[in-house]
C-alpha cells in the first residue's frame, strides 16, 4: 500500500512553519529606557566655565609677557601699587579662609557665574593705570598712600564682617539665625561695604578720577541690585523679624543709606 500523503502532512511530528516574517525588533542590547530627546553625546561643558578659562589663560600670558618687560622695575618704583596688588591677594585668601564652608561648594555653572562676575573687576584694574597713561607724571604720593589707607579699612571691615557672622551664628543643627550683633548692629550689609571700599580704593593709586568716578556709579548700581536680591531672600527666610530689622537699621551708611 502506498502511503497517504495527506495523512503524512497531519502528522504531529510535521507542523506546518508558516510565512517567514523579517524581525522588527531592536538590535540594542536590553538596558534602561532613555528619556525622549536624550542623546549618546557627552553633555557640553557650561560657556562660561570655557569662557573663563579662556581669561585665566589671557591673563597669565598678559602676565608673563609683562614679567618679560620688567614689570619688577615698575613695582620697585611704585611701591603702594606693589602693595595694594599684595593686600588684596593676602585679603582674596584670608577670605576663603574664614568664608562660610557651605558656600564654598560650587559646581561649574555657579563657577562660571562667578567669573562673569569678575570680568567688571578685571576691567576697573585695567582702566586705572590705562587712564594714567594719558596725564603727565605720576600719581602723587599722598594720594596714593591714602588710597592704600581705604583698602585696608575695607578689607577689615569685610573679614572682621565674615568672622563675626560665623561667631553669632547658631551651629547649622539649631537652623538659621540672623545675625544682628557686631557690625550688624548698625548696618545689615558690612560685607559689600568693605569689598566697595576695596574697589574704588585702586583709582587712587593712579590719581585716574574718571575711572572712580565711573567705579562710583557703577558700584552703586550693582550693589543697589545685589542688595534687593539678598534682602528679598531674607525676608523670605526670617519673615517679620528680618523686616523689623530692616526698620532699624541701614543698609551700607548709618544715616546716609
Known amino acids: ?26 538590535l540594542k542590547p536590553p538596558g534602561p529606557e532613555q528619556p525622549r530627546g536624550a542623546t549618546l553625546q557627552p553633555a557640553r561643558r557650561d560657556f562660561t566655565v570655557r569662557l573663563a578659562e579662556l581669561v585665566i589663560l589671557l591673563t597669565a600670558i598678559v602676565g608673563a609677557v609683562a614679567l618679560g618687560l620688567g614689570i619688577s622695575a615698575y613695582f620697585a618704583a611704585n611701591r603702594y601699587v606693589e602693595v595694594y596688588l599684595i593686600a588684596y591677594a593676602a585679603f582674596r585668601f584670608a577670605d576663603l579662609l574664614v568664608r562660610d564652608e557651605a558656600a564654598l561648594g560650587i559646581d561649574s ?59 553669632f551664628s547658631a551651629p547649622p543643627a539649631q537652623g538659621s539665625t540672623l545675625v544682628r550683633n557686631g557690625m550688624y548692629r548698625y ?34 548700581l550693582i550693589l543697589r541690585v545685589r542688595i534687593r536680591d539678598e534682602e528679598a531672600d531674607m525676608l523670605a527666610m526670617f519673615g517679620d523679624e528680618y523686616a523689623a530689622y530692616r526698620r532699624a537699621t541701614d543698609s551700607l551708611i548709618p544715616n546716609v543709606w
Open 1 to 26: 500500500m502506498v502511503p497517504d500523503d495527506s495523512a503524512a502532512a497531519a502528522s504531529p511530528s510535521r507542523k506546518p512553519t508558516g510565512p517567514l516574517k523579517a524581525p522588527t525588533g531592536s
Open 109 to 167: 555653572v555657579r563657577f562660571g557665574r562667578r567669573i562673569m562676575n569678575e570680568l567688571p573687576l578685571l576691567a576697573l584694574f585695567f582702566s586705572a593705570p590705562f587712564e594714567r597713561s594719558w596725564y603727565h607724571g605720576s600719581a602723587p604720593r599722598w594720594l596714593q598712600a591714602l588710597g592704600l589707607l581705604i583698602e585696608l579699612a575695607g578689607l577689615w571691615i569685610v573679614l572682621g564682617a565674615r568672622i563675626q557672622l560665623g561667631f
Open 187 to 220: 548696618i545689615r550689609h558690612p560685607i559689600y561695604l568693605g569689598e566697595f571700599l576695596v574697589l574704588i580704593a585702586w583709582p587712587f593709586e593712579y590719581a585716574a578720577p574718571v575711572t572712580l568716578l565711573l567705579t562710583l556709579i557703577i558700584g552703586v
